[in-house]
C-alpha cells in the first residue's frame, strides 16, 4: 500500500488516504482480502491523528472497499465485478468531464477535442 | 467511550491569576494536546491533576476516579513528567532510578535499559551534572518504563532539538497502539501537535477556548486575507475575529466551506494553524 499525505492539499487528509487507497482496490494494486495496516498502526506511520485514520476506514468500509472483522483486523472487500467496472467508468468518465469542462473555457470544440482524444489513444 | 481524564468546573484562584472553571475530558486511547501561551493556566491544570496544588473547586477523575480519593491507584497508573523535573540534586541517576523503579508493579527495566542507550544518559553523573535537556530525557525514560496508562507530559519537547522532538512523538503515537493508553502533554510549541495530537485543547488567560479533534479545527477553521472589500456587513458573520492592516484585512473564520464559497475571487483563503489561531486569539475574541 502506498499512501502519500499532502499538507498543503486543502483537501482533508481522511479524504486523501480515501481516495489513494480507493484508487489501489479499483486498479488491483490491493487485491481482495489483502489486510490493511490498523487504523492505530495507520496513523503512527503517517504520523496523525488516530481520529484522521479512523474517518477513512469508516468511508471506505461504508463505500463497500473494505471491511473490518473485530479482532481479525482490516480487509480489502471482495468486489462486485459489475460494481467494480462501473467504477472504473466512472473514473474515466470524471477525468473526461475535466478535460471537457477546460476545453469548453479555452474555446476547443468537440471536433478539435475528438482529433486530441484519437491521437493520444493511438499513442498509448 | 471509556474516559482517561474528565475535569469539569476546575477553579484555582491565585492572587494575580485565576483558573475558571475549565472543563474538558480525554477519551481512553488518544493523544491530547494542551495548547497555550506562557501563563494561560496550562502547568496549573496539570497540578492540580496531580494533586500537587489544592484546588478552590471542581472536580478531576482520572480513569473514573477522584484524583484525590484514588490518588494511590492513580498515580501507580499514571507516568509524569514535570516541565522542570526535579530529583534529588546530588543522587546519580542509577539512584533514583532504583528509588523510583519501587514504586510500580509493572517496572521494565530492560525498556529502561534500552531508553537510557537510546538517549544517551550517563547512568554514573548526578543528578544536577545535567543539561535540562538531558534531564527531561532522564525524566521521560522514567515515566516510559513502568508500562503507565496514562502519560502527562508538561511541555516534555522544551529544550529538546527538532531530532529529538520528533522521535518523542513518534514514540508517543506507538504508544498509543494500545489502545487503552492515553497521552496528555502541554506545550507552546504548535508543530508538535499538528502532527500526532487526536484532540487539542486550547486556553488563554485560565479558561478554555476549545477542547476539539484536531481534525475539526483543521477542517473547518481558515484565516482569511483580502482588501477592504472583506469589511462588508455581509460578510461579518463569517469572521470569528478580524483586522485591518495597512494593506489589507485578516480574517478567522470557523467555517472555510462557507468561506470558500461566499467570499469574492480576490481573498486568499487557507486553513489556520493552531499557531494563526493563538495569535489571532491574541489580538481579540476567539471561541469556538
Not at chain 1, 488516504?17 to 482480502?33: P, Y
Not at chain 2, 492513580?74 to 530529583?87: A, C, Q, W, Y
Amino acid at each position: 500500500m502506498r499512501i502519500i499525505i499532502s499538507n498543503s492539499s486543502p483537501d482533508p487528509i481522511y479524504e486523501q488516504i480515501d481516495r489513494q487507497i480507493k484508487a489501489q482496490i479499483i486498479s488491483g494494486d490491493l487485491a481482495e482480502g489483502e489486510a490493511l495496516p490498523s487504523i492505530r498502526k495507520l496513523a503512527q506511520e503517517l504520523q496523525i491523528s488516530v481520529i484522521t485514520t479512523k474517518r477513512a476506514y469508516d468511508e471506505l468500509e461504508h463505500e463497500g472497499f473494505i471491511n473490518t472483522v473485530i479482532g481479525k483486523g482490516t480487509f480489502v472487500a471482495v468486489q462486485n465485478q459489475e460494481l467494480l467496472k462501473e467504477k472504473k467508468m466512472k473514473i474515466v468518465e470524471e477525468k473526461l468531464a475535466g478535460a471537457v469542462s477546460e476545453a469548453k473555457m479555452l474555446g476547443i470544440g468537440i471536433g478539435q477535442l475528438k482529433d486530441m482524444l484519437l491521437l493520444l489513444y493511438k499513442e498509448e | 467511550m471509556d474516559m482517561a481524564l474528565e475535569i469539569k468546573n476546575l477553579r484555582k484562584e491565585y492572587k494575580s491569576f485565576t483558573l475558571k472553571d475549565v472543563s474538558f475530558s480525554l477519551p481512553q486511547g488518544f493523544i491530547m494536546g494542551l495548547v497555550g501561551p506562557n501563563g494561560a493556566g496550562k502547568t496549573t491544570i496539570i497540578k492540580l491533576i496531580m494533586n500537587l496544588i489544592r484546588r478552590n473547586a471542581g472536580e478531576v477523575k482520572v480513569f473514573g476516579l477522584d484524583n484525590l480519593k484514588g490518588e494511590a491507584e492513580i498515580k501507580s497508573r499514571l507516568g509524569f513528567v514535570h516541565e522542570t523535573p526535579s530529583f534529588f540534586e546530588d543522587i546519580s541517576l542509577k539512584d533514583i532510578k532504583a528509588a523510583v523503579s519501587l514504586f510500580y508493579k509493572r517496572w521494565d527495566e530492560k525498556l529502561f535499559r534500552s531508553l537510557i542507550v537510546e538517549f544517551g544518559l550517563p547512568l554514573e553523573k548526578k543528578f544536577k551534572k545535567l543539561s535540562h535537556g538531558m534531564k527531561m530525557k532522564f525524566s521521560l525514560a522514567l515515566a516510559l518504563s513502568h508500562d503507565a496508562d496514562f502519560l502527562i507530559l508538561d511541555e516534555p519537547t522544551s529544550g529538546l532539538d527538532p531530532v529529538f522532538r520528533r522521535e518523542l512523538l513518534e514514540r508517543l503515537s506507538g504508544l498509543i497502539q494500545n489502545e487503552r493508553k492515553s497521552i496528555l502533554f502541554s506545550t507552546h510549541i504548535t508543530s508538535d501537535l499538528e502532527r500526532t495530537a487526536d484532540y487539542i485543547t486550547l486556553i488563554n488567560h485560565g479558561e478554555i477556548v476549545f477542547s476539539l479533534p484536531k481534525d475539526d479545527v483543521r477542517e473547518r477553521w481558515g484565516i482569511v486575507k483580502g482588501g477592504k472589500e472583506l469589511l462588508a456587513e455581509s460578510y461579518r458573520k463569517l469572521f470569528q475575529s478580524i483586522h485591518e492592516t495597512s494593506f489589507g484585512v485578516e480574517a478567522l473564520t470557523l467555517d472555510i466551506s462557507a468561506a470558500r464559497r461566499v467570499l469574492p475571487a480576490g481573498a486568499v483563503i487557507d486553513r489556520a494553524s493552531i499557531e494563526d489561531i493563538m495569535i489571532f486569539m491574541d489580538k481579540g475574541d476567539v471561541r469556538a
